[in-house]
């Protein structure tokens, strides 16, 4: 997802009620987004300590809370690969998920009542994803690797010639 529009739809599947506060918070994270960055997961939320109404979203390659105010926005932004802790709470007014990253920092939403799990699910998706990316090889460092040894004389040209196709899946 990358249009307000398409967030809100998600949203409206998942039985999420949007506030027009919620709504601008969509606005918030659509302008936000990278190029190459796409939203798995979006739903309206409620910032821990002064109960804001925010828009949280789940992309490929962060977390992102936002917040449309009057003069300036709110937006707070955790990379995947930087998650390190997920708990959810669930209480009478509604579903708690406590982020924390690499910095021992917490972000820490509430979402309507039965949203807790969802939200928990789509973020161990994401960072299952994330792990998985990290984990491929990276063609380009390595070929820049086996292009030194061909420089150095340690492989000669056939050598470097068969890696690279290999790499490159040719």
Same mark, same amino acid.
Do not use: W
């Given at each position: $997802?990358?249009?307000?529009?398409? $967030?809100?739809? /998600?949203?409206?599947?998942?039985?999420?009620?949007?506030?027009?506060?919620?709504?601008?918070?969509? +606005?918030?994270?659509?302008?936000?987004?990278?190029?190459?960055?796409?939203?798995?997961?979006?739903?309206?939320?409620?910032? +821990?300590?002064?109960?804001?109404?925010?828009? /949280?979203?789940?992309?490929?390659?962060?977390?992102?809370?936002?917040?449309?105010? $009057?003069? &300036?926005?709110?937006?707070?932004?955790?990379?995947? &690969?930087?998650?390190?802790?997920?708990?959810?709470?669930?209480?009478?007014?509604?579903?708690?998920?406590?982020?924390?990253?690499?910095?021992?920092?917490?972000?820490?939403?509430?979402?309507?009542?039965?949203?807790?799990?969802?939200?928990?699910?789509?973020?161990?998706?994401?960072?299952?994803?994330? +792990?998985?990316?990290?984990?491929?090889?990276?063609?380009?460092?390595?070929?820049?690797?086996?292009?030194?040894?061909?420089?150095?004389?340690?492989?000669?040209?056939?050598? /470097?010639?068969?890696?690279?196709?290999?790499?490159?899946?040719?």
């Amino acid at each position: $997802m990358k249009t307000v529009k398409e $967030m809100l739809d /998600f949203s409206a599947e998942c039985k999420c009620k949007m506030t027009k506060a919620m709504s601008k918070g969509v +606005e918030v994270v659509a302008q936000n987004l990278s190029e190459n960055e796409v939203v798995n997961y979006c739903i309206g939320a409620f910032a +821990e300590g002064n109960n804001a109404q925010i828009a /949280f979203a789940i992309t490929n390659l962060r977390v992102i809370a936002a917040q449309k105010k $009057m003069f &300036s926005d709110t937006v707070i932004a955790i990379p995947i &690969s930087h998650i390190n802790d997920l708990t959810t709470k669930t209480k009478l007014t509604g579903d708690f998920v406590i982020i924390g990253n690499d910095a021992g920092e917490n972000l820490t939403i509430s979402v309507y009542k039965g949203l807790g799990t969802s939200v928990a699910n789509a973020l161990h998706l994401a960072m299952a994803s994330s +792990e998985r990316r990290q984990a491929e090889p990276d063609v380009a460092s390595d070929l820049r690797k086996f292009k030194a040894l061909l420089d150095d004389g340690i492989i000669t040209e056939d050598e /470097f010639l068969k890696k690279k196709q290999q790499l490159l899946g040719l």
